[in-house]
């Protein structure tokens, strides 16, 4: 009886390698396309736009300093921004340490908690203050000094611009090395390319610049868990584009162990598919509707970036898949396989092609190292896309624990 299943089991187990493939032939595509394009250097115009730089901060005394210094000692004519430091809710030093450091700070005592109603309050609150754009950052990001004057060249022309968000703290452990890949192939895989195509790039949630009319009519209804997520929906049906400057470098302290890792990855999951489930629908029937081709292209691509997972992801999947059904295939003594077996290695050039990408980042051996145990990293990642997925009415914001890295 057990034998006379097996072959659907195989079957099935292929089945699932399908949408990696979809993922990865797209993925590669889109690097190998944007490398053969001939590059344009990005319109940069001479521009002083008055910025307002807005921290979001809860109970982040230990970091908030550090940040505020990077932003008040930025490169740019002093009289063209400000910073402002949301202290939403806090029970420590958070205000003080930043009115301490030179920012402004707004204090928010009540209301809704999470990231995006504290981002909203501070809009809110400086709507009237005559800047041009919001930049927004998190209370542990230290910003290059040449991060405003990067964005201000590409806010002539863009609406929004996503910087560079890199990490501060690679070698920490394994679990910050894996994540610091992560970005690193966020960044050369999908932001870079996208760039180069004139498509819309990821938002990261920080390090990014918003000008403020979009701002007062997106960001001042606060609410969802993943921002980035929500905010480049909301974009995208208005047929604004986010465009990637990776001259905007910030860091930030990724976690260093694995338990507050895998929160923060259920909470992502959790807000991901709510974004999913929400908007998709309309950005498909939106793309339909667009007279545009070009248009329509980016607006798919966009809504695939909505449930896609990262090269990596379906690398590690896809041989999990492909490496289960040879191995449930030998035990039934099936034969070969040739699907598992080019399924393998697909995998391996998804797995390759980062590497290849996140080079130029110049990695420690022991962030190298890290790229092997990316594997079982990302593996974890599978229960909690479907624990995201069954718990997404049940979001609430946690906390990730900061200091280690950037105490300021």
Not at 151 to 177: H, I, K
Not at 347 to 354: D, L
Request: aromatic share 8%; with cysteine; hydrophobic share 50%.
């Amino acid at each position: 009886m057990i034998h006379a299943v097996l072959p659907a089991v195989v079957l099935g187990l292929l089945l699932l390698t399908v949408p990696g493939h979809l993922y990865g032939a797209y993925a590669v595509g889109l690097f190998v396309a944007s490398r053969l394009r001939k590059e344009r250097p990005a319109s940069r115009a001479v521009s002083s736009p008055r910025v307002a730089l807005l921290v979001v901060a809860h109970d982040e005394e230990q970091v908030v300093t550090g940040s505020v210094k990077s932003l008040v000692a930025q490169r740019y004519p002093t009289n063209r921004f400000a910073v402002f430091v949301v202290a939403d809710r806090c029970s420590d030093r958070t205000a003080s340490r930043a009115r301490d450091a030179g920012a402004r700070v707004l204090e928010r005592a009540d209301g809704p908690s999470g990231k995006s109603a504290a981002l909203a309050f501070g809009i809110e609150a400086i709507l009237h203050e005559g800047f041009d754009a919001v930049a927004v950052f998190d209370a542990d990001n230290l910003a290059d000094v040449g991060f405003l004057a990067a964005v201000a060249g590409r806010l002539a022309t863009e609406r929004v611009v996503q910087g560079f968000v890199d990490s501060m703290n690679p070698e920490a452990s394994w679990v910050s090395g894996s994540s610091a890949l992560g970005f690193w192939a966020i960044a050369e895989l999908s932001q870079a390319p996208r760039e180069r195509l004139g498509l819309s790039t990821p938002l990261m949630g920080t390090g990014f610049a918003i000008d403020m009319e979009l701002a007062r009519s997106l960001l001042t209804t606060g609410g969802g868990l993943t921002d980035d997520l929500e905010l480049a929906a909301r974009l995208a049906k208005l047929g604004v584009r986010v465009a990637y400057e990776p001259g905007a470098r910030t860091v930030d302290e990724k976690p260093t162990e694995l338990g507050t890792a895998v929160a923060q990855r259920q909470r992502w999951m959790q807000g991901r598919w709510a974004v999913a489930l929400q908007h998709g629908p309309a950005l498909l029937r939106a793309a339909v509707a667009e007279r545009d081709a070009r248009a329509a292209v980016r607006i798919l691509d966009v809504a695939l970036q909505l449930v896609a997972p990262s090269l990596l992801f379906t690398a590690v999947t896809t041989a999990l898949f492909a490496g289960s059904a040879l191995a449930v295939a030998s035990a039934a003594r099936l034969g070969e396989v040739p699907l598992a077996t080019w399924s393998l290695v697909a995998a391996a050039v998804y797995y390759a092609v980062p590497a290849v990408a996140i080079a130029r980042h110049r990695p420690g051996p022991r962030v190298w190292l890290c790229y092997f145990s990316q594997a079982f990293y990302l593996v974890l990642s599978l229960p909690l896309a479907v624990t995201g997925f069954l718990t997404r009415r049940e979001r609430r914001w946690i906390r990730t624990p900061k200091g280690a890295a950037g105490r300021g």
